[in-house]
């Protein structure tokens, strides 16, 4: 019976230290144990930047190319109204004879300081090369009084008796001529003909100048044709407009 008292004591005694002993065993190690560590979160996947947004631009309008055709059918420029070459000057005191044909132009001054008649032949006036002379002819035919001095235009076509008339294709022929102080001068133009048993026949014309310098005396004239005339100033009343 006594042996029942003691076990049953023992077993308390054991049973009341256990929990001690645990004590002391986890103090010795530390405390409590250290928990297994936790499993990191894996972090945030980046999120892809948006692209960028281009903003729509108008495509540039062709240019448009010129073609070879296009080309080969545009018009051809205007033609300028200023000559294209410079004229030939020639200059005498009493006679000029020379070749003029299209291009280049002329110009003639015929004369001495006290008075020059000058003759203008417009680049593109003739058609084709023509022999022209111009000159004094103080015995020349006259329709009245002249004012001032008589003169002779002569068209010829090289190796030809011919002496046609030509009429201007483009501008028309100027002529000046010293006037003195006379307000009321015309010029006054013998047409020669030769008829069918070669006699000469004249037929005369008086033209109205487009203008008279009072400065230089000098009236200014323009025809549209010239052959075989006598040509003077006079003061007739003028049968022909300035053209």
Not at 15 to 34: I, K, N, Q, R, Y
Not at 218 to 229: P, Q, R, V, Y
Request: net charge neutral; proline share 14%.
């Amino acid at each position: 019976m006594r042996v029942r008292p003691r076990f049953d004591k023992l077993l308390r005694l054991t049973t009341l230290g256990l929990p001690a002993l645990v004590a002391v065993v986890a103090a010795a190690c530390g405390g409590e144990p250290t928990p297994p560590p936790a499993t990191p979160e894996p972090p945030p996947a980046a999120k892809p930047a948006p692209a960028p947004t281009e903003t729509p631009t108008a495509a540039p309008e062709p240019t448009a190319q010129p073609t070879a055709s296009a080309s080969a059918e545009a018009p051809p420029p205007p033609k300028s109204s200023e000559e294209s070459r410079p004229p030939v000057l020639m200059s005498s005191e009493k006679e000029l004879q020379s070749i003029f044909t299209t291009s280049p132009g002329a110009k003639l001054e015929l004369g001495d300081d006290s008075g020059r008649a000058v003759f203008r032949i417009r680049e593109g006036s003739l058609g084709s090369p023509h022999i022209i002379t111009f000159k004094l002819d103080p015995k020349g035919k006259t329709t009245g009084v002249p004012i001032g001095k008589i003169y002779r235009l002569l068209v010829q076509i090289e190796n030809s008796a011919e002496t046609p008339t030509l009429e201007t294709l483009d501008k028309p022929f100027e002529f000046s001529f010293p006037a003195g102080n006379k307000k009321d001068a015309n010029l006054a133009i013998g047409e020669v003909k030769v008829d069918d048993k070669g006699r000469e026949k004249i037929t005369w014309t008086i033209y109205a100048p487009e203008k008279i310098d009072d400065a230089t005396g000098m009236a200014f004239f323009k025809i549209k044709s010239i052959g075989n005339f006598f040509m003077h100033v006079t003061a007739k009343p003028p049968t022909e407009a300035p053209k």
